[in-house]
């Protein structure tokens, strides 16, 4: 049964260079419907092996875990990720 709880979720991914023509954050709205918030991002010419981005993730709880989720099947580096649980709205 899916969780159509709303909830939002704030991560920092590390998306390498092989990756960068990759739409990844584009797929997070558009296949998993989620609502992006992009609170920062560091995209450096004088270290192009990755980009940084700080970002916010609303939708409902099961949204949010396919994402994830793909994010996690891409080998992605997720630095940060608050629990859904606790920034529930």
Request: hydrophobic share 35%; charged share 20%; with cysteine.
């Amino acid at each position: 049964m899916l969780d159509n709880r709303r909830t939002q979720t704030c991560i920092q991914i590390r998306i390498p260079k092989d990756l960068h023509e990759e739409p990844v954050i584009s797929r997070l709205v558009s296949h998993y419907g989620v609502t992006i918030i992009i609170a920062d991002a560091q995209v450096s010419t004088n270290v192009p092996q990755h980009s940084c981005f700080h970002l916010q993730l609303r939708g409902t709880v099961s949204q949010i875990e396919s994402a994830l989720t793909y994010l996690d099947e891409l080998d992605l580096e997720v630095l940060h990720q608050s629990s859904p649980e606790e920034n529930g709205w």
